[in-house]
T-cell receptor, first 114, second 114 residues
């Protein structure tokens, strides 16, 4: 299967710990997006990359959040000093330059902060 | 600012019947895209159908069709011959041309009853 993959699928951590999630986009998709989805809500945009460049960040992306896409392929999203309010599903999506309007989503990483 | 409103938190439909999910949005842009995404329980978000705002013809994908009313900023999804596998959360989303993120509504939970 060559869809978007995310790892881990579930993460439980204690408040104050750091966590890192990984996203592997569809092969040759230049754009990669991160969204956060809390219970009962639609996904909210966090940030996006075109190749290795991070071109946009939402106000939701506080200083404790950092995202990278070092070689323009996979991406990581790190949350430092986690808080209970960070508990959510973190979704990754990718799109190609020829069809940037259509984003394909991964299964998400569900984070629970105790 | 963009807003997307889905006024039906939950809906149900008998198998093989037709159901319509409503969505209204607000944008100051002339060019944009509209989407319906489906998120089955514990599974990833899947694109159901997309509509380009400059096209007057309503998009159709097999059993799924939209009623796009640009002046009213309305974008409803019709599912014909409902199947059990259609049970899911359905999210309406918009993407301004040239923007780099999707803006989602809060979703409608659809249950298909056997």
């Amino acid at each position: 299967d060559t869809g978007v993959s995310q790892d881990p699928r579930h993460k439980i951590t204690k408040r104050g710990q750091n966590v890192t999630f990984r996203c592997d986009p569809i092969s040759e998709h230049n754009r990669l997006y991160w969204y956060r989805q809390t219970l009962g809500q639609g996904p909210e945009f966090l940030t996006y990359f075109q190749n290795e460049a991070q071109l946009e960040k939402s106000r939701l992306l506080s200083d404790r959040f950092s995202a990278e896409r070092p070689k323009g392929s996979f991406s990581t999203l790190e949350i430092q000093r986690t808080e209970q309010g960070d508990s959510a599903m973190y979704l990754c999506a990718s799109s190609s330059l020829s069809s940037t309007d259509t984003q394909y989503f991964g299964p998400g990483t569900r984070l629970t902060v105790l | 600012a963009q807003t997307v409103t889905q006024s039906q938190p939950e809906m149900s439909v008998q198998e093989a019947e037709t159901v319509t999910l409503s969505c209204t949005y607000d944008t100051s842009e002339n060019n944009y895209y509209l989407f319906w995404y489906k998120q089955p329980p514990s599974r990833q978000m899947i694109l159901v159908i997309r509509q380009e705002a400059y096209k007057q013809q309503n998009a159709t994908e097999n059993r799924f069709s939209v009623n796009f009313q640009k002046a009213a900023k309305s974008f409803s999804l019709k599912i014909s011959d409902s199947q059990l596998g259609d049970t899911a959360m359905y999210f309406c989303a918009t993407d301004q041309t040239g923007a780099n993120n999707l803006f989602f509504g809060t979703g409608t939970r659809l249950t298909v009853i056997p």
